[in-house]
């Protein structure tokens, strides 16, 4: 029996587990620093949840930081659903003059904004959500920087949210006990009944398969 | 620059340019047509002209849009293809509006047909698109707005045929280039009229880009725009430059009818506002 300190099963499990509060502050120094760059009155960003057919607020800085973190607006309608379904970016100079934003959103939020960025977050050919930035006091770029910097921290916010989205998926599998990536706890779990001679020969067929699968 | 000068420089998408940077653009043609735009579209209101606007449904109540001819959504059957079916709901988002809106103010009396591939089912987005843009050009219309893309490598082989389709079957495919730095597709294809933004303010004024892919640079920042329940909002993207091109593009084809893609896209190139004829 392979001593505690060097089981593979709760190396697995924790690294998914305990991963919760660092995801949630990485995503958290995104908008805080989208916040910080644009100097604007927020920052958020959104994750769709394809089952419930939702955007979640994941992360917010500024204006309803503490507040809207969890809260769920539909996917397919107004500027968010039009921005997650295009995959296609939009700044929009007077955003209350759309009747369903200041319905959906602001009443929601309780902010009433003037100005919306909003950006897809991209990640491997599939749009994960949406980052907002609210009322940008100035702008403080060269024409078109603007628009590449937002770019740039949807890129920043969609790798990040595609960690944590990964993360979720293996932790409910864990949870639930069952599904293919159960079957990499097994095999954590069977190496961790061994030692000596049987632990090196498992620990060597898996460096065969990780040299095969690359 | 001092710091005022920057409160209000505009916001630019990707594929996009200052209007001064535009200007400095000269570019030339070898048409004799001293007075290209004229010769174009003086005179033309898109009489006779269909337009089709591939995008998240059209409102045809809106003042702005002023009648929708047809309207119809792409869905997913029971078979796993798809179905064109009257589109019961209308424009979802806006963005479909805004862009009839912006088509109608340039070729007044042009004919606007809608097909909506945005729906509130996200399942098999980029499917639905083709299926859309392919129906579009069976049906034969004159130019299709494509204020969209799509950046899943899966879906280029199949698009890039119906860019050619629609090429050698007189459909000219306006298409929007993506406002941040990725590839999408079908605007990169040089089958499609590839639209990004500049700065200025006058809606028939647009520029040929010497930047490709992307091929004429037309008013996309700032616009006023035909939005949902009827309201108006002003917005910047390379999808409302797009509707521009289009609508020129109609005047164009009314005026001229007949012209094939490669002729109309070298006649509007002729009459970019950075272009000199050789005579």
């Given at each position: 029996m392979t001593a505690p300190d060097d089981r593979l099963t709760p190396a697995v499990a924790a690294g998914v587990l305990g991963a919760d509060v660092l995801h949630a502050a990485l995503l958290q120094s995104i908008v805080d620093n989208a916040r910080a760059i644009f100097l604007a009155r927020a920052a958020s960003i959104m994750l769709y949840e394809p089952e419930g057919n939702q955007l979640v607020f994941e992360a917010v800085s500024g204006e309803g930081e503490g507040r809207i973190v969890g809260d769920r607006l539909p996917a397919t309608t107004g500027i968010a659903g039009w921005v997650l379904s295009s995959g296609e970016s939009l700044i929009v100079e007077d955003v209350l003059r759309d009747p369903r934003f200041a319905r959906d959103v602001a009443e929601r939020t309780g902010y009433v904004p003037k100005i919306l960025m909003a950006?897809?977050?991209?990640?491997?050919?599939?749009?994960?959500g949406v980052l907002n930035v609210l009322d940008?006091?100035?702008?403080?770029?060269?024409?078109?920087?603007?628009?590449?910097?937002?770019g740039m921290f949807a890129n920043h916010a969609a790798i990040a949210l595609s960690v944590v989205r990964a993360s979720r998926r293996a932790k409910a599998v864990l949870e639930r006990g069952q599904g293919d990536g159960l079957i990499v706890s097994r095999i954590a779990a069977a190496l961790d009944t061994l030692d000596g001679p049987r632990r090196d020969a498992g620990l060597r067929l898996l460096q065969a398969l990780d040299v095969l699968l690359r | 620059?001092?710091?005022?000068?920057?409160?209000n420089e505009?916001?630019?998408p990707a594929w996009s340019l200052e209007r001064e940077a535009a200007l400095r653009t000269l570019l030339r043609s070898p048409f004799p047509l001293p007075d290209a735009r004229a010769w174009a579209w003086e005179g033309s209101t898109g009489k006779g002209v269909r337009v089709c606007v591939v995008d998240s449904g059209v409102d045809g109540t809106h003042p702005s849009v002023g009648g929708v001819e047809r309207a119809v959504v792409v869905i997913n059957d029971e078979h796993g293809g798809h179905s064109i079916v009257p589109d019961e709901e209308g424009d979802l988002f806006g963005h479909?509006?805004?862009?009839?809106?912006i088509i109608r103010s340039l070729a007044p009396d042009c004919e606007i047909h809608s097909v909506r591939t945005l729906g509130r089912d996200l399942?098999?987005?980029g499917a639905i698109l083709i299926a859309g843009i392919a129906w579009a050009i069976d049906e034969g219309y004159d130019i299709v707005?494509?204020?969209l893309s799509t950046t899943k490598s899966q879906f280029v082989p199949e698009l890039h045929e119906l860019a050619d389709r629609a090429y050698f079957k007189n459909t000219v495919l306006v298409s929007a280039a993506h406002n941040m730095p990725v590839s999408s597709y079908p605007w990169r294809f040089p089958a499609v009229v590839s639209v990004g933004s500049h700065s200025g303010t006058d809606p028939l004024e647009y520029y040929a880009s010497a930047d490709p892919p992307v091929e004429f640079l037309a008013r996309g920042v700032d616009v006023e725009l035909a939005w949902l329940e009827h309201s108006t909002i002003r917005a910047t993207g390379n999808s409302f430059a797009t509707p521009h091109i289009a609508g020129i593009a109609a005047l164009t084809l009314a005026k001229h009818p007949g012209l094939t893609p490669f002729e109309l896209k070298s006649l509007l190139r002729a009459a970019a506002n950075n272009v000199r004829s050789a005579a």
């Open positions: 950006a897809p977050l991209l990640h491997e050919e599939e749009t994960l940008r006091e100035r702008k403080q770029f060269s024409a078109g920087g603007e628009m590449q910097l937002l | 620059m001092a710091e005022d000068d920057r409160v505009p916001v630019l479909g509006s805004a862009c009839a809106g399942t098999g987005a707005n494509l204020s």
